[in-house]
Nanobody
Framework: QVQLVESGGGLVQPGGSLRLSCVCSGFDFSYKVMNWYRQAPGKERELVASITTTGIATNYADSVKGRFFISRDNAKATVYLQMNSLEPPDTAVYYC?????????WGQGTQVTVSS
């Protein structure tokens, strides 16, 4: 059974930091590109960051470049999203994503709220 379980969200003040984690199981994690998406209320889900299988290459949405950093630990089947200098527009539900067995897979999401 494929599972992606996000954690680490919460309420943070502007300028603060959070680290999201996504623990994966049921597929060969080390062979999969991993992504973080987010969806704000009333908006479409958007790709935030991606990381290749070995972690050598990463890609970011323009809105988060220089503030967010994606990483992975293949031994733990976990992908991370370090979020720094958070701003109110970063408020959203954050989802871990990959494609496994021909199907796009999603976690349940973790809420991030940036507010003073």
């Amino acid at each position: 059974q494929v599972q992606l379980v996000e954690s680490g969200g919460g309420l943070v003040q502007p300028g603060g930091s959070l680290r999201l984690s996504c623990v994966c199981s049921g597929f060969d994690f080390s062979y999969k590109v991993m992504n973080w998406y987010r969806q704000a209320p009333g908006k479409e889900r958007e790709l935030v960051a991606s990381i290749t299988t070995t972690g050598i290459a990463t890609n970011y949405a323009d809105s988060v470049k220089g503030r967010f950093f994606i990483s992975r630990d293949n031994a733990k089947a976990t992908v991370y999203l370090q979020m720094n200098s958070l701003e109110p527009p970063d408020t959203a539900v954050y989802y871990c994503n990959t494609r496994a067995y021909g199907v796009f897979r999603w976690g349940q999401g973790t809420q991030v709220t940036v507010s003073s």
